[in-house]
Protein backbone atom coordinates (compact mmCIF):
# COMPACT_ATOMS: atom_id res chain seq x y z
CA UNK A 1 0.00 0.00 0.00
CA UNK A 2 1.48 3.41 -0.91
CA UNK A 3 1.97 6.33 1.34
CA UNK A 4 -0.66 8.48 -0.32
CA UNK A 5 -3.35 5.85 0.22
CA UNK A 6 -2.32 5.17 4.15
CA UNK A 7 -2.89 9.27 4.32
CA UNK A 8 -5.94 9.57 3.03
CA UNK A 9 -7.02 6.41 4.93
CA UNK A 10 -5.79 8.45 8.36
CA UNK A 11 -7.65 11.38 7.08
CA UNK A 12 -10.93 9.40 6.27
CA UNK A 13 -10.56 7.93 9.83
CA UNK A 14 -10.27 11.22 11.88
CA UNK A 15 -13.25 12.48 10.06
CA UNK A 16 -15.36 9.47 11.28
CA UNK A 17 -13.95 10.44 14.78
CA UNK A 18 -14.64 13.48 14.71
CA UNK A 19 -18.41 12.99 13.33
CA UNK A 20 -18.77 10.31 15.77
CA UNK A 21 -17.89 12.48 18.71
CA UNK A 22 -20.27 15.58 17.15
CA UNK A 23 -23.14 12.99 17.23
CA UNK A 24 -22.14 12.13 20.89
CA UNK A 25 -22.26 15.69 21.55
CA UNK A 26 -25.66 16.00 20.23
CA UNK A 27 -27.42 13.56 21.39
CA UNK A 28 -26.20 14.82 24.98
CA UNK A 29 -27.32 18.37 24.48
CA UNK A 30 -30.94 16.55 23.29
CA UNK A 31 -31.39 14.90 26.72
CA UNK A 32 -30.30 18.21 28.03
CA UNK A 33 -33.02 20.01 26.19
CA UNK A 34 -35.41 16.80 27.31
CA UNK A 35 -34.80 16.63 30.71
CA UNK A 36 -35.62 20.84 30.79
CA UNK A 37 -39.02 20.29 29.24
CA UNK A 38 -39.58 17.06 31.13
CA UNK A 39 -38.88 19.25 34.62
CA UNK A 40 -41.90 21.56 33.99
CA UNK A 41 -44.51 17.98 32.70
CA UNK A 42 -43.26 16.53 36.10
CA UNK A 43 -44.14 19.53 37.94
CA UNK A 44 -47.31 20.05 36.79
CA UNK A 45 -48.21 16.79 37.49
CA UNK A 46 -46.78 16.52 40.81
CA UNK A 47 -48.93 19.44 41.94
CA UNK A 48 -51.98 17.65 40.38
CA UNK A 49 -51.12 14.90 42.20
CA UNK A 50 -50.93 16.43 45.41
CA UNK A 51 -53.78 18.83 45.08
CA UNK A 52 -55.96 15.58 44.27
CA UNK A 53 -55.03 13.06 47.06
CA UNK A 54 -55.22 15.90 49.49
CA UNK A 55 -58.48 16.79 48.35
CA UNK A 56 -59.83 12.79 48.26
CA UNK A 57 -59.21 13.12 51.88
CA UNK A 58 -61.17 16.19 52.57
CA UNK A 59 -63.76 14.87 50.66
CA UNK A 60 -64.22 11.91 52.43
CA UNK A 61 -65.36 14.02 55.19
CA UNK A 62 -67.35 16.71 53.17
CA UNK A 63 -69.85 15.73 50.27
CA UNK A 64 -68.96 16.90 47.47
CA UNK A 65 -72.71 17.67 46.91
CA UNK A 66 -72.14 20.25 49.57
CA UNK A 67 -69.19 21.57 48.87
CA UNK A 68 -70.51 22.99 45.41
CA UNK A 69 -74.24 23.98 46.60
CA UNK A 70 -73.66 25.39 50.62
CA UNK A 71 -74.02 29.18 50.34
CA UNK A 72 -71.53 29.37 53.53
CA UNK A 73 -67.74 29.25 53.96
CA UNK A 74 -67.31 28.62 57.23
CA UNK A 75 -64.63 25.88 57.48
CA UNK A 76 -63.10 27.65 60.85
CA UNK A 77 -65.93 28.01 63.16
CA UNK A 78 -67.60 25.20 65.20
CA UNK A 79 -70.71 25.11 62.90
CA UNK A 80 -68.39 24.72 59.56
CA UNK A 81 -69.97 24.77 56.05
CA UNK A 82 -67.57 24.45 53.36
CA UNK A 83 -69.59 26.28 50.43
CA UNK A 84 -66.95 26.92 47.94
CA UNK A 85 -69.57 29.03 45.81
CA UNK A 86 -68.47 31.80 48.55
CA UNK A 87 -64.79 32.08 47.32
CA UNK A 88 -66.21 30.98 43.47
CA UNK A 89 -67.95 34.44 43.48
CA UNK A 90 -65.48 36.88 44.84
CA UNK A 91 -63.09 35.48 42.27
CA UNK A 92 -65.19 35.59 39.54
CA UNK A 93 -66.73 39.33 40.24
CA UNK A 94 -62.84 40.24 40.56
CA UNK A 95 -61.38 38.55 37.69
CA UNK A 96 -64.27 40.02 35.76
CA UNK A 97 -63.70 43.32 36.78
CA UNK A 98 -59.59 43.39 36.16
CA UNK A 99 -60.67 41.61 32.64
CA UNK A 100 -63.08 44.38 31.64
CA UNK A 101 -60.38 47.08 32.36
CA UNK A 102 -57.06 45.44 31.15
CA UNK A 103 -58.60 43.36 28.04
CA UNK A 104 -59.48 46.69 26.53
CA UNK A 105 -57.29 48.73 27.32
CA UNK A 106 -54.43 46.33 26.48
CA UNK A 107 -55.92 45.59 22.97
CA UNK A 108 -56.35 49.48 22.09
CA UNK A 109 -52.63 49.97 23.32
CA UNK A 110 -51.55 46.66 21.22
CA UNK A 111 -53.07 48.74 18.13
CA UNK A 112 -51.61 51.75 18.73
CA UNK A 113 -48.10 50.60 19.25
CA UNK A 114 -48.15 48.27 16.37
CA UNK A 115 -49.89 49.76 13.82
CA UNK A 116 -50.08 54.03 14.94
CA UNK A 117 -46.46 54.66 16.97
CA UNK A 118 -43.62 55.74 15.22
CA UNK A 119 -40.09 53.63 16.53
CA UNK A 120 -39.12 56.02 19.00
CA UNK A 121 -42.65 55.99 21.02
CA UNK A 122 -42.67 52.08 20.71
CA UNK A 123 -39.22 52.25 21.90
CA UNK A 124 -40.24 54.15 25.05
CA UNK A 125 -43.39 52.70 25.70
CA UNK A 126 -42.33 48.87 25.31
CA UNK A 127 -39.79 48.91 27.95
CA UNK A 128 -42.19 50.92 30.31
CA UNK A 129 -45.29 48.62 29.91
CA UNK A 130 -42.79 46.24 30.94
CA UNK A 131 -41.55 47.67 33.82
CA UNK A 132 -45.12 47.85 35.07
CA UNK A 133 -45.57 44.18 35.12
CA UNK A 134 -42.41 43.94 36.66
CA UNK A 135 -43.61 45.64 40.04
CA UNK A 136 -44.81 43.51 43.04
CA UNK A 137 -48.09 42.62 43.60
CA UNK A 138 -48.21 44.01 47.51
CA UNK A 139 -47.23 47.34 45.94
CA UNK A 140 -50.39 47.68 43.71
CA UNK A 141 -52.83 45.85 46.48
CA UNK A 142 -51.57 48.97 49.05
CA UNK A 143 -52.23 51.21 46.00
CA UNK A 144 -55.71 49.98 45.61
CA UNK A 145 -56.14 50.34 49.56
CA UNK A 146 -54.92 53.82 49.76
CA UNK A 147 -55.50 55.67 47.01
CA UNK A 148 -58.17 53.77 44.56
CA UNK A 149 -60.35 53.17 47.33
CA UNK A 150 -60.45 56.63 49.01
CA UNK A 151 -61.29 58.09 44.82
CA UNK A 152 -63.36 55.53 44.65
CA UNK A 153 -65.24 56.62 47.77
CA UNK A 154 -65.38 59.89 46.16
CA UNK A 155 -67.84 58.83 43.62
CA UNK A 156 -69.09 55.96 45.69
CA UNK A 157 -69.57 57.43 49.27
CA UNK A 158 -71.38 53.95 50.28
CA UNK A 159 -68.45 52.19 49.11
CA UNK A 160 -66.48 50.40 52.03
CA UNK A 161 -63.20 50.38 52.89
CA UNK A 162 -62.77 47.14 51.32
CA UNK A 163 -64.23 46.18 48.09
CA UNK A 164 -63.87 43.77 44.95
CA UNK A 165 -64.26 46.99 42.81
CA UNK A 166 -61.01 48.65 43.93
CA UNK A 167 -59.16 45.29 43.67
CA UNK A 168 -60.36 44.57 40.49
CA UNK A 169 -59.40 47.70 39.03
CA UNK A 170 -55.95 48.14 40.14
CA UNK A 171 -55.38 43.91 39.31
CA UNK A 172 -57.01 45.26 35.69
CA UNK A 173 -54.03 47.56 35.59
CA UNK A 174 -51.70 45.12 36.24
CA UNK A 175 -52.61 42.68 33.80
CA UNK A 176 -52.53 45.11 31.20
CA UNK A 177 -48.70 45.18 30.13
CA UNK A 178 -49.10 41.24 29.74
CA UNK A 179 -52.14 41.48 26.86
CA UNK A 180 -50.42 44.62 25.30
CA UNK A 181 -47.39 43.32 24.81
CA UNK A 182 -48.05 40.07 23.23
CA UNK A 183 -51.06 41.46 21.52
CA UNK A 184 -48.79 43.88 20.30
CA UNK A 185 -46.23 41.29 19.32
CA UNK A 186 -49.19 39.03 17.40
CA UNK A 187 -50.24 42.15 15.54
CA UNK A 188 -46.46 42.95 14.15
CA UNK A 189 -46.21 39.04 13.12
CA UNK A 190 -49.02 40.10 10.69
CA UNK A 191 -47.50 40.60 6.76
CA UNK A 192 -47.30 43.92 5.63
CA UNK A 193 -48.92 43.14 1.99
CA UNK A 194 -52.32 42.24 3.94
CA UNK A 195 -51.86 45.70 4.96
CA UNK A 196 -50.79 46.95 1.92
CA UNK A 197 -53.72 45.16 0.01
CA UNK A 198 -56.10 46.96 2.14
CA UNK A 199 -54.96 50.25 2.03
CA UNK A 200 -54.77 49.72 -1.67
CA UNK A 201 -58.54 49.21 -1.51
CA UNK A 202 -59.03 52.18 -0.57
CA UNK A 203 -58.82 51.88 3.41
CA UNK A 204 -58.15 53.66 5.85
CA UNK A 205 -55.42 52.69 8.41
CA UNK A 206 -57.84 52.61 11.48
CA UNK A 207 -60.12 50.39 9.19
CA UNK A 208 -57.11 48.07 8.52
CA UNK A 209 -55.52 47.82 11.89
CA UNK A 210 -59.53 46.92 13.07
CA UNK A 211 -60.71 44.65 10.35
CA UNK A 212 -57.54 43.50 9.05
CA UNK A 213 -54.65 43.03 11.67
CA UNK A 214 -56.76 42.10 14.42
CA UNK A 215 -58.78 39.30 12.78
CA UNK A 216 -55.37 38.07 11.20
CA UNK A 217 -54.22 38.23 14.55
CA UNK A 218 -56.52 37.01 16.78
CA UNK A 219 -54.92 33.55 17.60
CA UNK A 220 -52.10 35.69 19.19
CA UNK A 221 -54.82 38.13 20.82
CA UNK A 222 -56.84 35.06 22.03
CA UNK A 223 -53.73 33.73 23.69
CA UNK A 224 -52.95 37.11 25.54
CA UNK A 225 -56.21 37.09 26.95
CA UNK A 226 -55.92 33.69 27.93
CA UNK A 227 -52.60 34.66 29.95
CA UNK A 228 -54.92 37.77 31.34
CA UNK A 229 -57.55 35.71 32.65
CA UNK A 230 -55.47 33.16 34.74
CA UNK A 231 -53.35 35.93 35.80
CA UNK A 232 -56.49 37.44 37.18
CA UNK A 233 -58.40 34.09 38.18
CA UNK A 234 -54.62 33.50 40.52
CA UNK A 235 -53.82 36.78 41.92
CA UNK A 236 -53.25 36.41 45.90
CA UNK A 237 -52.24 39.51 47.22
CA UNK A 238 -54.04 42.70 45.81
CA UNK A 239 -57.08 40.67 46.90
CA UNK A 240 -56.12 39.77 50.31
CA UNK A 241 -54.84 43.43 50.86
CA UNK A 242 -57.63 45.36 48.95
CA UNK A 243 -60.61 43.21 48.74
CA UNK A 244 -61.04 42.10 52.78
CA UNK A 245 -60.84 38.49 52.97
CA UNK A 246 -64.37 38.06 54.36
CA UNK A 247 -66.43 35.01 53.22
CA UNK A 248 -69.59 36.45 51.64
CA UNK A 249 -71.31 35.06 48.55
CA UNK A 250 -71.88 38.42 46.51
CA UNK A 251 -72.28 39.00 42.99
CA UNK A 252 -71.72 42.96 43.48
CA UNK A 253 -68.22 44.16 42.83
CA UNK A 254 -69.18 47.44 45.54
CA UNK A 255 -68.65 44.80 48.41
CA UNK A 256 -65.70 43.10 50.22
CA UNK A 257 -65.55 39.73 49.64
CA UNK A 258 -62.98 36.72 49.79
CA UNK A 259 -61.88 34.73 47.18
CA UNK A 260 -59.76 31.24 46.99
CA UNK A 261 -56.16 32.31 46.51
CA UNK A 262 -56.91 34.92 49.46
CA UNK A 263 -57.75 31.94 51.63
CA UNK A 264 -55.27 29.64 51.05
CA UNK A 265 -52.85 32.93 52.36
CA UNK A 266 -55.45 33.26 55.08
CA UNK A 267 -55.32 29.70 56.06
CA UNK A 268 -51.30 29.05 55.26
CA UNK A 269 -50.47 31.47 57.47
CA UNK A 270 -52.27 29.79 60.47
CA UNK A 271 -51.51 27.15 62.85
CA UNK A 272 -53.73 24.77 61.56
CA UNK A 273 -52.72 21.43 61.99
CA UNK A 274 -51.90 19.07 59.40
CA UNK A 275 -54.50 16.30 58.10
CA UNK A 276 -57.05 18.58 59.77
CA UNK A 277 -60.26 19.15 57.74
CA UNK A 278 -59.28 23.05 58.34
CA UNK A 279 -56.24 22.64 56.77
CA UNK A 280 -57.50 20.22 53.88
CA UNK A 281 -59.87 22.78 52.57
CA UNK A 282 -56.85 24.85 51.05
CA UNK A 283 -56.04 21.97 48.61
CA UNK A 284 -59.57 21.48 47.89
CA UNK A 285 -59.75 25.16 46.92
CA UNK A 286 -56.80 24.80 44.98
CA UNK A 287 -58.08 22.31 42.97
CA UNK A 288 -61.28 24.39 42.37
CA UNK A 289 -59.33 27.10 40.93
CA UNK A 290 -56.86 24.66 39.09
CA UNK A 291 -60.05 23.56 37.30
CA UNK A 292 -61.71 26.56 36.79
CA UNK A 293 -58.31 27.60 35.00
CA UNK A 294 -58.22 24.96 32.72
CA UNK A 295 -61.51 25.85 31.70
CA UNK A 296 -60.90 28.80 30.98
CA UNK A 297 -57.84 27.45 28.72
CA UNK A 298 -60.16 24.87 26.99
CA UNK A 299 -62.50 27.59 26.11
CA UNK A 300 -59.34 30.21 24.63
CA UNK A 301 -58.09 26.88 22.85
CA UNK A 302 -61.62 26.49 21.13
CA UNK A 303 -61.43 30.32 20.33
CA UNK A 304 -58.91 29.99 18.72
CA UNK A 305 -59.16 27.13 16.70
CA UNK A 306 -62.57 28.49 15.49
CA UNK A 307 -61.22 32.16 14.32
CA UNK A 308 -58.15 30.34 12.83
CA UNK A 309 -60.32 28.46 10.43
CA UNK A 310 -62.37 31.63 9.77
CA UNK A 311 -59.72 33.45 8.81
Excluded at 1 to 20: E, P
Excluded at 28 to 57: C, D, K, R, W
Excluded at 90 to 112: D, F, K, Q, R
Excluded at 221 to 247: D, N
Aim: glycine share 8%.
Amino acid sequence: MSANSVSDLHQVSDRLAHNAMRHVSERVIEMLLFAAAAVSVLTTVGIVYVLVSESIHFFQNVPIVDFLTDTQWTPLFDDAHYGIMVLISGTLVSSGVALAVAIPMGTVIAIYLSEFANPKVREVAKPVLELLGGIPTIVFGYFALLIVTPLLQTIFPELPGFSLLSAGLVMGIMIVPYIASLSEDAMRAVPMSMREGSYAMGATKLYTAIHVVVPAAISGLAASYILGISRAVGETMILAVAAGMQPNLTWNPMEPAATITSYIVQVALGDLPHGSIGYQTIFAAGLTLLLITLMFNIAGQWLRRRYREAY
